[in-house]
């Protein structure tokens, strides 16, 4: 049991490059979600899916995008990365209630550095 | 518009000390509040929560006090150790639609030998 895996960890980019970054999770949960972490700004919800085929935006959406075509995976891309997006980006799940508040899940982190 | 403020920024305490982390929030609706435990180059896991209708919740060394009345809760870590060096981010979040979870701008926290 994996939990939550990122892929890649560590990554450079040049301006106007393009990537994505792959989240898997194998606890069968509905909810997933992209933070970036930056110093003194704490987490910061990029964009989130509450299950399959579903995607919404979260406090800081600009210049990203998301996909969650199987449940256990969601992508973040960068179409056109910039150096205000150079971060820490992490991914994490959760089971899925709209009632009972639950744990988030999160994997280890991708470091980004945009140049 | 940060509706979790932290503090302190940053905290070292001895072995054996009592680190105190402080959270203040703003919304009413707030009905769960996790802090969650980083190490470096690991990602957040969660560490203790607490609901509102209570005012104390202790796991272990880890202690957390609440005041509805002051919209404030803090961390207490017991006998701290060298191994409780970590980053402490508080959170705050509210029930229904998808687990909206807003979080402080962390603590980093070092125990010195």
């Known amino acids: 049991n994996a939990g939550v895996t990122q892929t890649p960890k560590f990554r450079v980019l040049k301006t106007g490059q393009s990537m994505t970054l792959l989240c898997a999770q194998d606890?069968?949960?509905?909810?997933m979600y992209w933070y970036r972490q930056d110093p003194g700004m704490g987490l910061r919800l990029i964009h989130y899916?509450?299950?399959?085929?579903?995607?919404a935006k979260g406090e800081v959406p600009d210049g990203y995008n998301v996909s969650r075509l199987k449940k256990q995976n969601f992508l973040l891309g960068l179409e056109s990365a910039a150096p205000s997006q150079t971060s820490v980006y992490f991914c994490?799940?959760?089971?899925?209630?709209?009632?009972?508040?639950?744990?988030?899940?999160f994997g280890p982190g991708t470091r980004l550095l945009v140049l | 518009q940060q509706q979790v403020k932290q503090s302190p920024q940053s905290l070292i305490v001895q072995k054996g000390g009592i680190p105190i982390i402080n959270c203040a929030y703003e919304?009413?609706?707030?009905?769960?509040f996790p802090w969650y435990q980083q190490f470096p180059g690991k990602g957040p896991a969660l560490l203790i929560a607490?609901?509102?209708?209570?005012s104390e919740k202790k796991e272990g060394r880890f202690t957390i006090s609440f005041n509805k009345s002051a919209k404030q809760f803090s961390l207490h870590i017991m006998d701290s150790q060298p191994g409780d060096s970590a980053t402490y981010f508080c959170?705050?979040?509210?029930?229904?639609?998808?687990?909206?979870?807003?979080f402080g701008t962390g603590t980093k926290l070092q125990v010195i030998p």
């Open positions: 919304n009413t609706a707030f009905d769960y």
């Open positions: 994490a799940s959760s089971y899925g209630s709209t009632r009972v508040q639950e744990t988030q899940y």
């Open positions: 899916s509450v299950g399959e085929g579903t995607t």
């Open positions: 607490i609901r509102p209708d209570v």
């Open positions: 606890m069968n949960h509905e909810y």
């Open positions: 959170a705050a979040s509210m029930e229904g639609g998808y687990q909206k979870v807003t």
